[in-house]
């Protein structure tokens, strides 16, 4: 275990990592669409997410993914699609069911994000060493999978 000491400094490190992370989730949020906020970007995420792990996106599922309730869920999910960033179409497994997937617009307008996004870390990484970067990532996967 790590002494003491280390732990306050990675506290401190992490609150100031998260409270960035949060502020640039919501000028993410802006680049893809001016109405979006961060709850609606991280909820588009989450359904390109689930479209690429070949899997189909219904509300629950991605409720279970964010730790949201469904009814937050629910609410983003109709502001995405007023924003035409999202469809529902019907869940071939299940005729009751709607799915959720990206329009062409959502796609392409988070693809230009993400692009613009990895720009911006390349350039903050730029005097880093290769094995820093790895470093960081399996670090970073660490943790993430340590998560609760």
């Known amino acids: 275990m790590a002494p003491t000491s280390d732990l306050g400094e990675l506290e401190v490190e992490l609150s100031r990592l998260l409270r960035r992370a949060r502020s640039a989730q919501q ?3 802006a680049q893809v669409h001016p ?3 961060s709850a609606g970007y991280a909820v588009l995420v989450a359904i390109r997410d689930l479209a690429l792990a070949g899997g189909g996106a219904r509300g629950g599922d991605i409720s279970d993914v964010l730790g949201l ?6 609410r ?3 502001t995405l699609e007023e924003l035409r960033l999202i469809e529902r179409i019907p869940d071939p497994a299940d005729a ?3 799915q959720v997937r990206l329009t062409t617009a959502g796609s392409e307008a988070l693809e230009r994000t993400f692009a613009g996004r990895r720009e911006r870390l390349k ?3 730029a005097d880093w060493t290769a094995d820093d970067v790895a470093d960081l990532a399996r670090l970073l996967r660490l943790l993430n999978d ?3």
């Open 35 to 37: 109405d979006l906020d």
């Open 69 to 74: 309730h469904k009814s937050t869920t629910s």
């Open 76 to 78: 983003n999910l109709t």
């Open 146 to 148: 340590t998560a609760p």
């Open 27 to 29: 000028r993410t949020a």
């Open 96 to 98: 009751r069911a709607r």
């Open 123 to 125: 350039a903050r990484l």
